[in-house]
């Protein structure tokens, strides 16, 4: 059976064939995601919970504790990690890499209604949960700041406008607002005034809580009209709280001025956040897992002079970090590697065969068999990555294997006398098994990397399927399109012209390289004693080698990214923290090779105690720093381990 035949018969159908494949591998390409790496999902889902005023022990023993007996009663549930601080706690659940993100989801909300009996009658809220990739870095940063409004203000800006819209736009999954929080009005007491009404804390937060509270106040109807009866009696400043009766006291009434007083503050007065060294509002912004990272954050750029309007002039942003400016870079950079390995190969396909038409039909093989590989990507739900493009750069060496053995064997046939069109035929039908089994031993070569365990393995499919996708299709092509070419665009020997000057230096240099060959090989020969100490010598440098070695999970990258975390006593106050944030800050803005520091304190982004922090640093480009990332790191332990009381990591 020739398999070739119909193709060769039918040029027309064929080349449509060719054309159509190599449309689709061009559309599929521009459609594709862009990343660092290929897409890996770790089920791990996040519990939180609040108990306003606990402390640590008691939301251990009394939260934490009966939330993580039913979490690890979860099938699938490979670790579980808990953190209890003041007012709540954070449980992290990791989940078995074959379980299904969503189905844990539900089973942890299960869980966590199973364990409502167990938990205080006195939580303002359920505790709630959220899928988490520790693998996910945010793609953006931004800074909002004003020399003018309170942070508070900021953060209602950060939260109502900018964090909502940037939410809405197409590839963001969460915009997180750090560095500041919601306004509210805090009650300041004298605890002798207090003790004399005999009010506890918690009769006087049921009291306020019952005489500010904005009901309906009904309404009424006449003979023509209804009215709705509205009232303005919900308090909004702090001031008005002054004069709040509370309660009645031997016929007295009991205000609010008697007990302390009501001031303007925050929900939350253990955050705080910096741009550098000034006082900012971050946010922090993370793409969705299938999202276009490029295609993300240029859409986000585009938004931004529009957002800008909707802000008060005194606020202004300001763009702390970019992870795409060495993703852009990194997948340049490998794009021109797979132009050059297709140039080059094309350069010796020419400098051996030293025809023009068989030259064409051996390269033609590249183009096509590599967009057919990113049509099938794209449907296999692949991304344009580091690992994906280095997949498709190895195998440009491998697909053009079959076509050049395909063109000679069809080449022997016509200098042997057959006719192209026949030649096409014997050829095609002669060497059909043998490229099907080049094909299927190179294949057979990346079967293992399917078959790894583990977040290598996950990370490694990718490449091992893209590669092996590459060498099907290039068969594929080597017996329909090829053979076809051949019985169309070869001539006989007889109708070539004369050898030229190109082909014969050509000639006269291979021949000298098969000499030298030759000879060597001879000598080999004729010293079998000496080529196995040799061969025994390179085994055992190929040993010590591997030991010596650096290894580790993959090569170190100079992202020009540095995220740390600070840590300092845990008996720390908020107002020293800040200001030992601050110092670390301005030590580390203060390198040269730094162009940007963000920072903050207290919860979001991971960080939801007193005496921890955040600290997100942005490099200057290579060019301009000429140091790498992880010597401007060690530089800067030798600098931030002089700071008294503070660590960063």
Known sequence: MNVSAPFILRPAGTSLLAIGLFLLGVVAYHFMPVAAIPRVDLPMISVSASLPGADPATVASSLA??????????????????????????????????????????????????????LPSNLPGPPTYRKVNPADAPIMILAMRSETL???????????????????????????????????????????????????????????????????????????????????????EAVAYDDLILTQRSGTPLRLSTLGRAIEGTENTRVAG????????LVIIFKQADANVIDTVDRIRAVLPQLEKWLPPSVKITELSDRTTTIRASVHDVQFSLLLSIALVVMVIFLFLRRCWPTFIASITVPLALAGTFAFMYLCHYSIDNL????????????????????????????????????????????????????????????????MSGVIGRLFHEFAVTVSLAILVSGVISLTLTPMLCARLLKPEAACRTPGRFNRACERSFNWLLGHYAGSLRWVLRHPVFMMLVWLGTLGATVRL????????????????????????????????AELQQKVARIVLDDPAVATVGSFLGSGGGSSTVNNGRMFITLKPLAERKVSADQVIARLRGKLGKVVGINLF
């Not at 030991?547 to 020293?576: E, L, N, R």
Request: aromatic share 6%.
């Open 546 to 577: 591997y030991q010596a070695v650096p290894k580790g999970f993959f090569p170190q990258q100079d992202t020009g990214i540095v995220m740390g975390s600070t840590d300092a006593a845990q008996d720390i106050s908020f107002p020293a923290m």
């Open 388 to 451: 994906s493009l280095m997949a498709v750069t190895i195998s440009v060496g491998f697909v053009v294997d079959d076509a050049i053995v395909v063109i000679e064997n069809i080449h022997r046939f016509i200098e042997l006398g057959d006719p192209p069109m026949q030649a096409a035929f014997k050829g095609a039908k002669q060497i059909g098994f043998t490229v099907i089994s080049m094909s299927t031993s190179l294949i057979a070569v990346f079967i293992p990397l399917l078959f």
């Open 65 to 118: 504790a009966p939330l993580e007996r039913r979490l690890a009663q979860i099938a699938g549930v490979t670790e579980i990690t808990s953190v209890s601080t003041l007012g709540g706690c954070s449980i992290s659940i990791q989940f078995d890499l074959n379980r299904k993100a969503d189905g844990a989801a539900r089973d942890v909300q299960a869980a966590i209604n199973a364990a409502a009996a167990d």
């Open 274 to 281: 910096w741009a550098g060294t000034h006082r900012s509002v």
């Open 150 to 236: 309170p942070a508070t203000q900021v953060f209602e800006c950060a939260d109502s406008i900018l964090g909502q819209r940037l939410s809405q736009i197409e590839g963001v999954s969460q915009a997180n607002i750090s560095g500041a929080d919601k306004s509210a009005v805090r009650v300041q007491l004298n605890p002798g005034a207090l003790a004399a009404t005999g009010l506890s804390l918690e009769e006087l937060r049921t009291l306020l809580s019952q005489v500010n509270v904005d009901l309906p106040k009904g309404g009424f109807d006449g003979d023509a009209q209804s009215h709705t009866i509205v009232s303005n009696d919900q308090l909004q």
